[in-house]
Nanobody
């Protein structure tokens, strides 16, 4: 079992940047799939980005070139650097991990004003 705690959300103007953090309650060295999802008001939760234990990354087309997922094994933390933010990026952002079961954090709100 693992607990995930996100932070770093907030209000930012369009074109701005934010960095989200997700701290895990255990080592992440052997967790093969960790990622970020987001849920906008009235919409389903959508995949944003994934990183593997070997640092392979994948991104949704909507964020490719603007967002970067990374991790720090020593800090048991996964990050999401978000640049060139757009109003349509407004959502609650969730960190997740797959270790047999799927685990989720509580979410952090990101609001991008136009």
């Amino acid at each position: 079992q693992v607990q995930l705690v996100e932070s770093g959300g907030g209000l930012v103007q369009a074109g701005g940047s934010l960095r989200l953090s997700c701290v895990f309650s255990r080592t992440i060295r052997r967790i093969n799939a960790m990622g970020w999802y987001r849920q906008a008001p009235g919409k389903q939760r959508a995949w944003v980005a994934t990183i593997s234990s070997g640092d392979s990354t994948n991104y949704a087309d909507s964020v490719k070139g603007r967002f970067t997922i990374s991790k720090d094994n020593a800090k048991n933390t996964v990050y999401l650097q978000m640049n060139s933010l757009k109003p349509e990026d407004t959502a609650v952002y969730y960190c997740n991990a797959i270790l047999g079961d799927t685990y989720w954090g509580q979410g952090t709100q990101v609001t991008v004003s136009s």
